[in-house]
């Protein structure tokens, strides 16, 4: 063994048994071996390139460029257009519906969903658009994220086991082409029996052990925040109580007038949350709103102010009572004063909050009463928490205001957006139909990515927030160890010593062989670049052995999918580490049994498919 392929161990080894130890965040640890392989590179050591190559130290940022990376924050902006418009709420509810609140149902419901929705598409994407579900599940059950997780993690590799569209698996069946001599490729669904089979003993073991065996961590900081749903805001404010609405009837002096040039608010102090117009609702009416006849005012006030309404020509009604306006698509907000605000002591209606921020108060908390007419007059006291309805891509000026502190309440009981849901859903379609038919994935992802934001589902502020920048810098560091693996040649090194080893044992010890070899590798380097190094070598000892080469592609890219070990081993483990606040040595806990399970199956389903 060579100096650099020591020194490759050791600066990969000594951080990862600190992130082990928990004495080291993973991505830290990821960063730290990265900049230490390219200064090795500068030193003269040949890690990421020749020997007294300095200049291939640029290598140890490669990993920021790669496609990946690439596909895995447009797929941060693409799950955050699924989860605003209500898709992944569906999922969750859907899902919910079947598993209950039992924690061993939901654990196989989301291990399932996940396998089958990586039979189509890229495991990233199955796991991305997931995990919204999973924690709004997780919230709604009280059942921790870490129990939902990992299943929805490792499903995606199991269902990936068995499809021929994951990326290690099509790079398999091309080596086959350029073996020598050329061999046929693999088929579609030639990974289908061997991978259905594992996939099928994998969901069973997390139902019939994950409850036990997976971790029972407390939620993140940010979960650990109690977010009320909107309906539990109007229960908290009693805002049912003071819900009504008033059509324009045909005549009325409101028709045909600007919303703020009526002075609703200023004389009667109501304020009004929203206008039903036929099938269209615009939700927190600006002033300049116009006011046809026909149009329903849900207006928030006391009925002797309600009853005055009479005069201008509306018809008074209470069809809404019972019921909960945030279901039918009213977003609220909770503001709250800073300490030592300025605000202190003035009304919303002194400062102009309507016209500066958009949004439009509707009632107000003060000790345990609530105030839900002329809440604009109020003169504001620390303490005082304000119910507020209006567009949340108003936001960001809110919460550039230090005087005001802003609670975003839990967004699980909106209901869909049917046509900006169903044109995510169009566009992420065309991304996964342009992938199976050979466009880059990465390209692909990026392109809806952009669409979603050009179309005005998302705007740039929620593309940023959407961003994991965890998982973004951990595979970023570690792709430059599979480059040192590579470069030193050690990845051959270990995958030469490992043929040799089984060759005695025949076509099915070459098989089990190149799966260990492989899911070993994987571990630190990768699904992708560990196929590009051991699916070579097994298909040369097949060849040499007179077995069959596609057997042993099938057995190695598998290996590539075994993915259970650690949570760097594929970027959908690296997804879930910060949602679900898990530690290193969670994944290996549940993840070695599953490794061992993928093992036997897998020996099982080469003598039965292929024969071996």
């Given amino acids: 063994m060579t100096f650099s392929q020591i020194f490759v161990i050791v600066v990969v080894a000594v951080p990862l048994i600190a992130v082990g130890a928990n004495k080291l965040r993973v991505d830290i640890g990821a960063l730290i071996i990265a900049v230490a392989l390219g200064i090795a590179q500068v030193l003269g050591i040949g890690v990421l390139g020749p020997a007294n190559h300095p200049a291939d130290a640029v290598q140890a940022i490669a990993g920021l460029g790669q496609p990946v990376v690439v596909t895995l924050f447009s797929l941060f902006i693409i799950t955050q257009g699924l989860d605003k418009t209500g898709v992944t709420r569906v999922i969750a509810r859907r899902l919910l519906a079947i598993g209950g609140k039992s924690e061993t149902r939901l654990i196989v419901l989301f291990t399932a969903t996940s396998a089958v929705l990586s039979l189509v598409m890229n495991n990233l994407a199955a796991g991305a658009l997931l995990l919204p579900s999973a924690i709004d599940a997780s919230r709604r059950t009280g059942i921790k994220p870490s129990k939902l997780l990992i299943p929805v993690a490792y499903g995606s590799l199991l269902g990936g086991s068995a499809t021929y569209f994951t990326t290690a698996n099509i790079i398999a069946s091309n080596l086959l082409l350029t073996a020598t001599p050329p061999q046929a490729p693999l088929h579609i669904l030639d990974f289908t029996p061997v991978g259905g089979l594992i996939a099928i003993a994998g969901i069973v073991y997390l139902a019939l052990f994950g409850k036990r065996l997976l971790p029972d961590r407390e939620p993140s900081a940010e979960q650990l925040v109690a977010r009320r749903t909107g309906s539990e805001l109007e229960d908290m404010y009693q805002l049912g109580e003071r819900l009504w609405e008033l059509e324009v009837l045909p005549g009325s002096q409101l028709a045909g007038k600007q919303l703020g040039k009526t002075e609703i608010g200023e004389h009667l102090g109501l304020a009004v949350a929203a206008i039903w117009r036929g099938r269209q609702a615009i939700f927190a009416p600006p002033p300049d709103q116009l006011i046809n006849v026909g149009d329903i005012l849900l207006t928030v ?71 839900r007419t002329d809440v604009g007059g109020f003169k504001l006291n620390a303490g005082d928490s304000i119910l507020m309805v209006g567009s949340r891509d108003r936001l960001k000026g809110l919460r550039n205001n230090a ?89 051959v090194l270990v995958g030469d010593a490992v043929v040799d080893l089984v060759k005695p044992f025949g076509p099915v010890g070459l098989a089990a062989g190149s799966y260990l070899l492989t899911a070993a590798l994987t571990q630190i380097m990768g699904g992708q670049v560990t196929a590009l190094v051991t699916v070579p070598i097994a298909i040369s000892a097949a060849l040499s052995m007179h077995t069959s080469p596609q057997a042993m592609a099938v057995a190695s890219a598998i290996g590539c999918s075994a993915s259970f070990l650690t949570p760097i081993a594929h970027p959908v483990n690296i997804l879930m580490i910060g949602p679900g606040n898990y530690r290193f040595a969670d994944f290996f806990r549940v993840g070695w049994v599953m490794t061992v399970i993928t093992f036997i199956v897998l020996v099982l389903g080469m003598v039965l498919f292929w024969h071996l």
């Fill in 301 to 371: 006030g006391r009925e002797e102010r309600i009853n005055q309404m009479a005069e201008l020509g509306v018809r008074i009604g209470r069809e809404q009572q019972g019921g909960y306006i945030s279901k039918q698509g009213v977003s609220f907000i909770e503001v709250i004063l800073a300490p030592r605000s300025r605000a202190e002591g003035q009304s919303l209606r002194e400062l102009d909050f309507r016209k500066n921020y958009g949004f439009t108060a509707v009632a107000l908390l003060r000790g345990r009463r609530s105030y």
């Fill in 403 to 491: 005087d005001f502190i802003v609670l975003e309440p839990d967004q699980s009981d909106q209901p869909l957006n049917k046509r900006h849901a169903g044109l995510v859903v169009s566009i992420l379609a065309i991304a996964i139909g342009a992938s199976i038919i050979g466009f880059p994935v990465y390209l692909a992802t990026l392109a809806a990515a952009i669409v979603i934001v050009m179309s005005g589902v998302l705007s740039m502020d929620d593309a940023y927030h959407s961003m994991q920048w965890r998982a973004i810098f951990l595979i970023a560091g570690m792709y430059a160890v599979s480059i040192a693996m590579v470069q030193t040649g050690l990845a």
